[in-house]
T-cell receptor, first 114, second 114 residues
Framework: DSGVTQTPKHLITATGQRVTLRCSPR?????VYWYQQSLDQGLQFLIQ???????AKGNILERFSAQQFPDLHSELNLSSLELGDSALYFC?????????????FGPGTRLTVL | AQSVTQLDSQVPVFEEAPVELRCNYS??????LFWYVQYPNQGLQLLLK??????LVKGINGFEAEFNKSQTSFHLRKPSVHISDTAEYFC????????????FGTGTRLLVSP
């Protein structure tokens, strides 16, 4: 158990819908990262937050957005869902945002878009 | 930009045999290197990392990896595998400055049979 929690574990929805994925980092961790794992794209970095502020963006679509709240939990919002958005979405956290900080991964949320 | 190549998508091996999972990377700047393991229906767990110093890195569960700068490789090895080592293994790189975007390889599935 990494100490990072993600809810829900599974999510099934239809095209065009909007969903919210939630992540609670390890106690004391200030930085949160979101990754997408799909069969065709592999594991890809989406976005990073540090202490409530966006720190870096990766291959995140405009239909996707995220935020980190004052209690440091984070939410990833996916809208206008397409079949291709079906994937496993991971959240990770680290103490700081330093390059050598280890990232601890949550168990993921499996999103299925029908 | 950095990239990671894991040439073997699947490696079958018998229990108690040695194994090597190959990882090659490409980067124009210095990088940190990581190996993560993903057990079925779970998140990623850090096996080991190379930041600096000794090129032979020892990790958890008896795994080790050797950083070879001239060959831009970071192969993962274990002298004797167990059934419980069956999992997906991901090599990842991160530049050693700036924000910590992890770039993952496509993964190698290790299948250990009795």
């Amino acid at each position: 158990d990494s100490g990072v929690t993600q809810t829900p574990k599974h999510l099934i929805t239809a095209t065009g819908q909007r969903v919210t994925l939630r992540c609670s980092p390890r106690s004391g961790d200030l930085s949160v990262y979101w990754y997408q794992q799909s069969l065709d794209q592999g594991l890809q970095f989406l976005i990073q937050y540090y202490n409530g502020e966006e720190r870096a963006k990766g291959n995140i679509l405009e239909r996707f957005s995220a935020q980190q709240f004052p209690d440091l939990h984070s939410e990833l919002n996916l809208s206008s869902l397409e079949l291709g958005d079906s994937a496993l979405y991971f959240c990770a956290s680290s103490v700081e945002a330093g390059v050598s900080d280890e990232q601890f991964f949550g168990p993921g949320t499996r999103l299925t878009v029908l | 930009a950095q990239s990671v190549t894991q040439l073997d998508s699947q490696v079958p091996v018998f229990e108690e045999a040695p194994v090597e999972l190959r990882c090659n990377y490409s980067s124009s700047v210095s990088v940190y290197l990581f190996w993560y393991v993903q057990y079925p229906n779970q998140g990623l767990q850090l096996l080991l990392k190379y930041l600096s110093g000794s090129t032979l890195v020892k990790g958890i569960n008896g795994f080790e990896a050797e950083f070879n700068k001239s060959q831009t490789s970071f192969h993962l090895r274990k002298p004797s595998v167990h059934i419980s080592d069956t999992a997906e293994y991901f090599c990842a790189v991160r530049i050693n400055t700036g924000f910590q975007k992890l770039v993952f390889g496509t993964g190698t599935r290790l299948l250990v049979s009795p």
